[in-house]
């Protein structure tokens, strides 16, 4: 091997790993961002924390659940990027929600998170609260 393309092994192996760093996978990102609190298999601390698993899965049928769980502080304010984010969203939603997310889920993207998290949620368990109390009304009856 001469020189030169030892040295272009070299660089190649370097931008390699610059890439893969730049995208941790989405379980390290839930380790590092987010077991803090979420505990490292999604328990959470009840009623403290919530657990993350199931009910995420179930807002994602109500409307404005979706937007909801990427505006929640935790979440919103994380220090990761929106394309790390919507793969941790994602990473949660299969991992401790297979039961529950809607068979027409569409996985989160990089777009939609980066416009969800800007809208800052002051209360998010009063605005949690409201979001379950419209989605139980009933619909108008049209004939009454
Ligand atoms: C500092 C502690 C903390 C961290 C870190 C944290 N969360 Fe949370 N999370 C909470 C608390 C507390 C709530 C309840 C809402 C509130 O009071 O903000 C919550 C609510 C949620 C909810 C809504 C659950 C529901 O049923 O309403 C989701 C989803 C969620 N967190 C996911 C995450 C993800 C994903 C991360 C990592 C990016 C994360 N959280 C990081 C504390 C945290």
Redesign the pocket.
Known sequence: MNGISGFRLSLVALLFCAASQATADPRT??LL??R???LINGD?VPP?????HD??GR?LSIPGGRE??VR????SQ?A?TDEE?AA??NW?LAEFNADTVPGDFQPYTAKEVGAARAKL?ID??KY?ASLMEKNRKPEPDPGS
């Open positions: 990102d839930y961002y987010c803090g609190c979420h959470g403290d924390v919530p657990s993350l009910e995420p807002l909801y769980i929640v502080p935790g979440v994380t990761m984010l941790v969203l949660v949620l998010p368990l949690r």
